[in-house]
């Protein structure tokens, strides 16, 4: 009988998770995080069970969601990660992605990125009874039962109907981009489940960095060292550097998941890093 509010998406998915978890125990909700996060829903529920759950979930869990119901569904975006796993299609992989609305009735909500373009393009070919939020720093949004739309000034208004809350994403902890698309959708999950708007602003400004996304670790000598370990598909560098206000020693590493480079070399290219 627990509210779920359940969020994916190649890059953005355990931030925004835990800043809606934040602003959900800040509003004083009995809410439990759980998923791909690390802590198992399945226990919480049968050993301390809450009202609303917020849950991370990847797509190696959305492959096998078959009953499962999200009341509120955040989709953040669909870039290549994992393909791997999925016979090196982006297809399969996108499909896996849109799993998340599944199951949804025409009274819950789902979020989504209208500026993905992969997203847009597959929308038409789902039939989705469940109300839409889109949000988008670039696409024109309008969404009937609400939106948030990020203007040059980097304020953003969400709304879900007729409720609404204005954050300056200059004020918040967690600087980027990236990052004020996961603060627009976390908003906008937050007013769907309920939450005032005074309270989802205050907790977006309080909000600080979650570890190892472009968290900052020390600053000597005038260097400052972030750790930003997860940022392991393109997409989650590209806008982890498109945020850097100052020069770059960048260090990189790992294992190749199949994605393509070409886009960060060509990026990287055009800015004044030091490699």
Known sequence: DAR??????????????????????????????????????????????????VI?????????????????????????????????????????????????RAGDYFIYSADDETIW??????RLPQRQLPFA?????????????????????????????????RRMRIGGLHNAYNAMAAALAALAA????????????????????????RETDGVLWINDSKATNVDSVWYALESMKRPVVWIAGGTDKGNDYEELMEFVDEMEFDR
Request: aromatic letters at 8%; a neutral charge.
């Open 4 to 53: 779920m509010i359940c969020i994916t998406g190649s890059n953005g998915k355990t931030t925004t998770t835990s800043l809606i978890y934040h602003i959900m125990r800040k509003a004083g909700i009995d809410a439990g995080l759980a998923g791909n996060i690390g802590h198992s829903l399945a226990l919480q529920v049968a050993e301390a069970p809450h009202s609303t759950y």
């Open 56 to 104: 991370e979930l990847s797509s190696f869990q959305l492959d096998n969601m078959y009953k499962f119901r999200a009341n509120v569904a955040v989709l953040l975006n669909i870039t290549p990660d994992h393909l791997d796993r999925y016979d090196h299609s982006f297809a399969k992989y996108a499909a896996a992605k849109m799993r998340i609305a599944q199951n949804q």
């Open 121 to 126: 393009s597959l929308l038409p070919s789902y």
């Open 137 to 169: 720093a670039r696409a024109a949004v309008a969404g009937s039962d609400g939106d948030a739309f990020l203007s040059r000034d980097g304020r953003f208004t969400a709304a879900v109907g007729d409720r609404s809350v204005e954050i300056d994403t």
């Open 194 to 217: 309920g939450v005032a708007p005074d309270r989802i602003r205050r907790s977006i400004y309080a909000f600080a960095p979650v570890e190892h996304r472009l968290e900052p670790v």
